[in-house]
């Protein structure tokens, strides 16, 4: 697949566009954290799609994915898919984070901080 289709590909607009019409309220007050660069000065992306996947948020200048999880994703059935579904972006080099959507609400400053570490060490590892 070339690069070309393999991010935000056309045929999936209006699926994410629903998706981010439909976010969670984690999704939309993480969304108040990384928008308008706020996070490191770094661009992110909502429902931003990388082949048939679509991830919750992603910075790509970073090759950086952030999954938020709700409570289902604690289930045997979902860590395995959770994984599977991991493997597709870490293939081309990206790093995939996921923390349950509790944080966002309980924890703000540990999740911000826990992502500019992984961004300051890909960014020294660049």
Same mark, same amino acid.
């Given at each position: 697949m070339k690069n070309k289709t393999l991010f935000n590909r056309k045929g999936l607009k209006s699926f994410r566009s629903s998706l *981010?019409? @439909?976010?969670?309220?984690? /999704?939309?007050?993480?969304? /108040?954290? =990384? !928008?308008? *660069? !706020? =996070?490191?000065? @770094?661009?992110? *992306? *909502?429902?931003?799609? %990388? &082949?048939?996947?679509?991830?919750?948020? $992603? $910075?790509?200048?970073? !090759? =950086?994915?952030?999954?938020?999880? &709700?409570?289902?994703?604690? /289930?045997?059935? !979902? %860590?395995?898919?959770? /994984? %599977?579904r991991d493997n597709y972006p870490e293939g081309f080099g990206f790093t995939v984070l996921r923390f349950e959507n509790r944080i966002v609400f309980q924890e703000p400053e540990y999740l911000k901080s826990e992502i500019s570490k992984v961004i300051n060490i890909r960014k020294k590892s660049i």
């Open positions: *981010r019409n @439909r976010s969670t309220s984690s /999704e939309v007050a993480f969304w /108040e954290m =990384l !928008k308008s *660069r !706020k =996070l490191d000065g @770094r661009k992110f *992306r *909502r429902q931003y799609s %990388i &082949g048939y996947y679509i991830v919750d948020f $992603c $910075c790509p200048s970073e !090759k =950086l994915i952030i999954e938020l999880d &709700g409570d289902s994703h604690g /289930e045997y059935h !979902k %860590i395995q898919e959770d /994984e %599977i």
